[in-house]
């Protein structure tokens, strides 16, 4: 018959595998304080992009430019024919097909208004706008007195700014997070929605013009007969 036998573990030994454990855990820890504020670091290090702070939006509104008129002016000035000139010009650059020209009624200049404003649509019919793409409208402008103007419209696609510029509500010594300030960067992003001529370019490209076939066999007989004399040298 066997016997068998139980030995017991030391306290000393179990004792021992607890404290290097709890090292172990302890150091597990540190070691993951020590990643995140690391990581912290990196993350913060990386600026903030003022166009996602700033962003260029895209939409349509209404572009106007009003004409003053007053109540002895039988025929367009100088001055107003400049003016047809350059919103006809803006007009027909961002592909409108609609122009409104508001009148007033009921003000003391009105039957200036109507004079000047026939003259303008004239003037523009020879630049090249069609009849069709006009359309006359009246507003009220009893209280206006001989302030009344004439109103040239047309609805466009306009770029801007979504964020206001201008906010200093930020300590700017504060640089724990070696971030830009949130101003950073604003004006030159409106200033550069401004500068743009079609707006409708950021929507996407634009599509490809038909080949010049004529001009095309032109460059490349000219490269086959003598391509290389006319480079300059580089040396």
């Given at each position: 018959?066997?016997?068998?036998?139980?030995?017991?573990?030391?306290?000393?030994?179990?004792?021992?595998?607890?404290?290097?454990?709890?090292?172990?855990?302890?150091?597990?820890?540190?070691?993951?304080?020590?990643?995140?504020?690391?990581?912290?670091?990196?993350?913060?290090?990386?600026?903030?992009?003022?166009?996602?702070?700033?962003?260029?939006?895209?939409?349509?509104?209404?572009?106007?430019?009003?004409?003053?008129?007053?109540?002895?002016?039988?025929?367009?000035?100088?001055?107003?024919?400049?003016?047809?000139?350059?919103?006809?010009?803006?007009?027909?650059?961002?592909?409108?097909?609609?122009?409104?020209?508001?009148?007033?009624?009921?003000?003391?200049?009105?039957?200036?208004?109507?004079?000047?404003?026939?003259?303008?649509?004239?003037?523009?019919?020879?630049?090249?706008?069609?009849?069709?793409?006009?359309?006359?409208?009246?507003?009220?402008?009893?209280?206006?007195?001989?302030?009344?103007?004439?109103?040239?419209?047309?609805?466009?696609?306009?770029?801007?700014?979504?964020?206001?510029?201008?906010?200093?509500?930020?300590?700017?010594?504060?640089?724990?997070?070696?971030?830009?300030?949130?101003?950073?960067?604003?004006?030159?992003?409106?200033?550069?929605?401004?500068?743009?001529?079609n707006p409708a370019d950021l929507l996407g490209p634009?599509?490809?013009?038909?080949?010049?076939?004529?001009?095309?066999?032109?460059?490349?007989?000219?490269?086959?007969?003598?391509?290389?004399?006319?480079?300059?040298?580089?040396?």
């Amino acid at each position: 018959m066997s016997r068998v036998i139980k030995t017991m573990k030391p306290k000393r030994t179990i004792m021992t595998k607890s404290l290097k454990m709890s090292v172990l855990l302890a150091g597990i820890m540190l070691t993951g304080c020590a990643s995140y504020q690391k990581d912290h670091f990196k993350v913060g290090s990386v600026p903030k992009d003022y166009r996602t702070q700033h962003p260029i939006v895209v939409s349509e509104s209404e572009v106007s430019e009003d004409l003053i008129i007053s109540r002895s002016m039988d025929r367009m000035s100088f001055r107003h024919e400049n003016t047809a000139t350059s919103f006809y010009s803006k007009f027909r650059q961002s592909g409108a097909k609609n122009m409104r020209v508001m009148l007033p009624a009921g003000s003391h200049n009105e039957g200036a208004a109507r004079k000047v404003a026939h003259d303008v649509i004239a003037h523009m019919k020879k630049l090249g706008l069609k009849r069709s793409q006009v359309t006359l409208s009246r507003y009220h402008a009893s209280n206006h007195g001989d302030a009344a103007t004439v109103r040239l419209s047309y609805s466009s696609i306009t770029a801007d700014v979504a964020s206001e510029c201008g906010k200093w509500n930020e300590d700017l010594s504060e640089t724990s997070e070696n971030q830009n300030y949130g101003n950073y960067g604003c004006a030159t992003q409106n200033n550069l929605a401004k500068m743009i001529a079609n707006p409708a370019d950021l929507l996407g490209p634009r599509g490809e013009t038909e080949i010049d076939a004529g001009r095309r066999d032109n460059v490349i007989n000219d490269w086959r007969d003598d391509g290389t004399a006319s480079l300059p040298s580089l040396l």
